[in-house]
T-cell receptor, first 112, second 116 residues
Framework: QQQVKQSPQSLIVQKGGISIINCAYENTAFDYFPWYQQFPGKGPALLIAIRPDVSEKKEGRFTISFNKSAKQFSLHIMDSQPGDSATYFCAASKGGSEKLVFGKGTKLTVNP | EAGVAQSPRYKIIEKRQSVAFWCNPISGHATLYWYQQILGQGPKLLIQFQNNGVVDDSQLPKDRFSAERLKGVDSTLKIQPAKLEDSAVYLC??????????????FGSGTQLSVL
């Protein structure tokens, strides 16, 4: 059972463009939604996270949009750069637990 | 601040052999996790420790996988005997519930296991 569904599987964007990655969840008990960035040969690193009491959170060029009624959240990368090329994972956890359920990942390629 | 250390970096074994992975978390982090990441998929939690006690091992295949965290610091994950489907990257992560960082996991670079 896949509790967090992520799309697209891969994404190619031109430098300066906007990258958008979407995730949907099923369990309404989830209350913490982080995005992790993973470069080849490295472990995932926390990029940005949101809790359901807000609809949007922005950190630099990275923004999470959260739609509680639709049970969806998305990552927007503004002014995408080649250095953003990596695999991005959405995740979710519930009740203050640190047990994260990850999506399958999106491989982002930003062309110069 | 030193990150999460894992070794070995790569391991190639034949099926039915045994293998062990080692993890040293960030100093002071009470919680330690082992995740399995199969190629093309997101990490899947195998086991979570709080200090030296097991919090969650519901997804650990206990007939072949075992893990321990002696003295609440370093941890080892063992597979015996290995199967072809165990080929994956094994990631160790740690976290601290203090300092307002609840939910922030710090991952090591992982051990890439190939079972032939």
């Amino acid at each position: 059972q896949q509790q967090v569904k992520q799309s697209p599987q891969s994404l190619i964007v031109q430098k300066g463009g906007i990258s958008i990655i979407n995730c949907a969840y099923e369990n309404t008990a989830f209350d913490y939604f982080p995005w992790y960035q993973q470069f080849p040969g490295k472990g995932p690193a926390l990029l940005i996270a949101i809790r359901p009491d807000v609809s949007e959170k922005k950190e630099g060029r990275f923004t999470i949009s959260f739609n509680k009624s639709a049970k969806q959240f998305s990552l927007h990368i503004m002014d995408s750069q080649p250095g953003d090329s990596a695999t991005y994972f959405c995740a979710a956890s519930k009740g203050g637990s640190e047990k994260l359920v990850f999506g399958k990942g999106t491989k982002l390629t930003v062309n110069p | 601040e030193a990150g999460v250390a894992q070794s070995p970096r790569y391991k190639i074994i034949e099926k039915r052999q045994s293998v062990a992975f080692w993890c040293n978390p960030i100093s002071g982090h009470a919680t330690l996790y082992w995740y399995q990441q199969i190629l093309g998929q997101g990490p899947k939690l195998l086991i979570q420790f709080q200090n030296n006690g097991v919090v969650d091992d519901s997804q650990l295949p206990k007939d072949r996988f075992s893990a321990e965290r002696l003295k609440g610091v370093d941890s080892t994950l063992k597979i015996q005997p290995a199967k072809l489907e165990d080929s994956a990257v094994y990631l160790c992560a740690s976290s601290s519930v203090t300092g307002g960082e609840l939910g922030k996991l710090f991952f090591g670079s992982g051990t890439q296991l190939s079972v032939l």
